[in-house]
């Protein structure tokens, strides 16, 4: 396995229009979580799924966010109508047990700006 | 609520110790972590300790917990060019959920 992959890496939009986002998490994992993070910031939560079950969603995930992971492996992460201050990286992490840690794995993001 | 803060900036030279200090707010915190972020890559977790532990070692990584004053630091030994980084310090607040808090991060400048 190599790691939590996200495609696309990179994506320009214009503002008011939909884009997708996909993550393959490792393949044992069950949870898996999506995050946003502006420049000079730490990510922040936006939501997390456990197999195929949304079960926590952060206030920052307006009504114009989704995600869905239908089969409980992989997930998207949909933003319609874009804002510019949608702009910013798109982190997908999934975890497992390392010892009896629940560890996060993280992807190496998308970077979405929006014009 | 939670938050988590560190310094933005720190410079050191090859070889010298480094010390990363972060400030967190929730005293229910059941883990918490240092994680690594290099250019163009995600996040890369370096070391955690339990809330109930106050120090942990591994290799060059020191993590100091105060639990009292919610002070938590990463102490790199031997600080080489290869450590130039984005670190964060983040937090499980003991919520029942999985989410982690994340601090704005702190750029590591190793001068050679």
């Known amino acids: 396995d190599t790691g939590v992959s996200q495609n696309p890496r990179h994506k320009i939009t214009k503002r008011g229009q939909n884009v997708t986002f996909r993550c393959d998490p490792i393949?044992?994992?069950?949870?898996l979580y999506w995050y946003r993070q502006t420049l000079g910031q730490g990510p922040e939560f936006l939501t997390y799924f456990q197999n195929e079950a949304q079960l926590e969603k952060s206030r920052l995930l307006s009504d114009r966010f989704s995600a869905e992971r239908p089969k409980g492996s992989f997930s998207t992460l949909e933003i319609q109508r874009t804002e510019q201050g949608d702009s910013a990286m798109y982190l997908c992490a999934s975890s497992g047990l390392t010892g009896d840690l629940e560890t996060q794995y993280f992807g190496p993001g998308t970077r979405l700006l929006v014009l | 609520g939670e938050d988590v803060e560190q310094s933005l900036f720190l410079s050191v030279r090859e070889g010298d110790s480094s010390v990363i200090n972060c400030t967190y707010t929730?005293?229910?915190?059941?883990?918490l972590y240092w994680y690594k972020q290099e250019p163009g890559a995600g996040l890369q977790l370096l070391t955690y300790?339990?809330?109930?532990?106050d120090m942990k070692q591994d290799q060059r990584l020191t993590v100091l917990l105060n639990k009292k004053d919610k002070h938590l630091s990463l102490r790199i030994a031997d600080t080489q060019t290869g450590d130039s980084a984005i670190y964060f310090c983040?937090?499980?607040?003991?919520?029942?959920?999985?989410?982690?808090?994340f601090g704005a991060g702190t750029r590591l400048f190793v001068k050679a």
């Open positions: 929730d005293s229910s915190s059941t883990y």
């Open positions: 300790i339990f809330s109930n532990m």
């Open positions: 983040a937090e499980s607040p003991n919520t029942g959920g999985f989410k982690t808090i």
């Open positions: 393949s044992e994992h069950n949870r």
